[in-house]
């Protein structure tokens, strides 16, 4: 994908140093950089934290991008590693420890619903959140990008490096899981659990948000 010239010019001076154009380039992404943090922060107080990282990292590796890709999908491949080295990093962790990390706490609304309401609403976005961080880190991205940020199949796939078929496989066997766990059922052990990825999933069909099958 070409850039048009504004973006490429906007590229180059961060290349070369530019706070200020670097805080433009980025910022457009921001929100779905923290919402993509928090399906692998263990809790969403440490979802800020897990974000500035990641754009920490974007920053220093800035002048490795060659307009091989758009900008957008190295953006993403960029956070995405940076995410799944501290889910494995965590993991490692905490298979370390006797105890559990703790529940997050559900945050009180502040509109005007009743208190009643407003726990039910934080409550089952909690749980969806929480259900989200148990998928398979390659299940999780699939879902969150797809469905939560609304990117295309041939985004995901390009973010991924996996075929379009991989991501529908994903996509599909994610929701599934992501649908059991909501049930209340916990998921089960499975390699990708740890960490690991790429594993080439059979194309099957999917019923999501975004375009190009």
Do not use: C
Request: aromatic share 8%; glycine share 6%; net charge negative.
């Amino acid at each position: 994908m070409v850039e048009n010239d504004e973006l490429r010019a906007l590229i180059a001076e961060a290349q070369d140093g530019s706070v200020r154009a670097f805080e433009l380039l980025i910022s457009a992404h921001l929100p779905q950089v923290r919402r993509f943090a928090r399906a692998f922060a263990p809790s969403d107080s440490d979802a800020e934290d897990l974000a500035q990282e990641a754009l920490v990292k974007v920053y220093k590796s800035l002048r490795s991008f060659r307009f091989q890709s758009s900008f957008k999908t190295w953006l993403y491949v960029v956070v995405r590693n940076v995410f799944y080295d501290a889910a494995r990093s965590r993991a490692g962790r905490e298979r370390s420890q006797e105890d559990p990390l703790p529940e997050d706490h559900v945050r009180l609304p502040s509109s005007q619903e009743s208190a009643d309401e407003g726990i039910a609403r934080a409550e089952e976005r909690q749980k969806l959140w929480n259900a989200l961080r148990q998928l398979p880190p390659e299940f999780r991205t699939a879902v969150v990008l797809f469905d939560v940020e609304g990117h295309t199949y041939e985004e995901v796939a390009a973010i991924e490096s996996v075929a379009i078929g991989t991501v529908k496989s994903r996509l599909s066997r994610g929701r599934a899981l992501l649908r059991t766990l909501l049930a209340g059922e916990r998921a089960p052990d499975s390699p990708a659990n740890t960490g690991r990825t790429g594993t080439q999933d059979p194309d099957v069909s999917s019923h999501g948000r975004g375009s190009g099958q």
